[in-house]
């Protein structure tokens, strides 16, 4: 019980003194987050639309494949990534290991799996919905994958956000890919890993409050700006 109230207290010094390192820590994981879940989402989002669409042959395999996919071991999916960055894999030269660009490209391999399977099953109960209609109309694939996630842009919404937050709590793959180098590629969940390895519970507590609120803050900015909950609407 000490070690929450001491961590609360940690958080609320670090917050009201305005340390730089933790707004410079909490900017750069909020960054990598939101880069690799729009890259994501530009991925995960027609495809999930497009396989609720579409019917071709092994379109079942193709899903479950999927599904499984968003159980994929983070550190597993880091060290893919890292061999692939190395200097001996074939992305070496891009001399990319190290950086926030890699933490980017890890978190981007194990949302998209996470964000295409929620859109899948959203698309498909809206496919059900609206397939005699866009069929009737004679309307495109690209037609009515554009039109099911117009009008199936909130669950879209639950997706991303549902992508943000197996993102920024992300710390496996990071750390392989990312080194937590101070200044460099250090967020708040490698921060934690940090502290709670040198024994200082109190700060690694309080960085893990400050990454909770920053996480609540995102979801309630994003659902104002959508408009998803206005007064007088159920």
Same mark, same amino acid.
């Given at each position: 019980? !000490?070690?929450?109230?001491?961590?609360?207290?940690?958080?609320?010094?670090?917050?009201?003194?305005?340390? /730089?390192?933790?707004?410079?820590?909490?900017?750069?994981? *909020?960054?990598?987050?939101?880069?690799?879940?729009?890259? /994501? $989402?530009?991925? #995960?989002?027609?495809?999930?639309?497009?396989?609720?669409?579409? %019917?071709?042959?092994?379109?079942?395999?193709?899903?479950?494949?999927? !599904?499984?996919?968003?159980?994929?071991?983070?550190?597993?999916?880091?060290?893919?990534?890292?061999?692939?960055?190395?200097?001996?894999?074939?992305?070496?030269? *891009?001399?990319?290991?190290?950086?926030?660009?890699?933490?980017?490209? #890890?978190?981007?391999?194990?949302?998209?799996?996470?964000? /295409?399977?929620?859109?899948?099953?959203?698309?498909?109960?809206?496919?059900?919905?609206?397939?005699?209609?866009?069929?009737?109309? !004679?309307?495109?694939?690209?037609? %009515?994958?554009?039109?099911?996630?117009?009008?199936?842009? %909130?669950?879209?919404?639950?997706?991303?956000?549902?992508?943000?937050?197996? @993102?920024?709590?992300?710390?496996? @793959?990071?750390?392989?890919?990312?080194?937590?180098?101070?200044?460099?590629?250090?967020?708040?969940?490698?921060?934690?890993?940090?502290?709670?390895?040198?024994?200082?519970?109190?700060? @690694?507590?309080?960085?893990?409050?400050? *990454?909770?609120?920053?996480?609540? $803050?995102?979801?309630?900015?994003?659902?104002?700006?959508?408009?998803?909950? %206005?007064?007088?609407?159920?």
């Amino acid at each position: 019980m !000490n070690d929450i109230t001491e961590g609360l207290r940690a958080a609320f010094w670090l917050l009201v003194s305005f340390d /730089a390192e933790l707004w410079e820590i909490s900017l750069r994981s *909020l960054k990598v987050s939101l880069s690799a879940v729009v890259i /994501a $989402c530009a991925i #995960a989002v027609p495809l999930g639309t497009w396989l609720a669409v579409q %019917r071709f042959a092994f379109r079942r395999t193709v899903i479950a494949v999927m !599904n499984a996919l968003m159980g994929l071991p983070p550190v597993v999916v880091g060290l893919m990534v890292y061999i692939l960055l190395s200097r001996s894999g074939p992305f070496g030269v *891009l001399g990319l290991l190290f950086t926030p660009t890699a933490m980017v490209i #890890a978190q981007v391999v194990i949302i998209t799996p996470l964000i /295409a399977s929620i859109t899948h099953q959203a698309m498909r109960e809206l496919w059900a919905e609206y397939h005699d209609l866009l069929i009737s109309l !004679n309307t495109s694939k690209w037609q %009515r994958v554009r039109t099911l996630m117009w009008d199936g842009r %909130r669950a879209l919404l639950t997706a991303a956000l549902a992508g943000f937050g197996r @993102a920024i709590g992300e710390v496996g @793959a990071i750390m392989v890919v990312g080194g937590n180098i101070d200044h460099a590629t250090r967020v708040l969940t490698t921060a934690i890993a940090l502290e709670t390895g040198k024994g200082d519970f109190a700060l @690694a507590l309080g960085l893990g409050f400050v *990454l909770i609120g920053l996480a609540v $803050c995102v979801s309630l900015v994003t659902h104002a700006l959508s408009q998803t909950e %206005r007064r007088g609407r159920w």
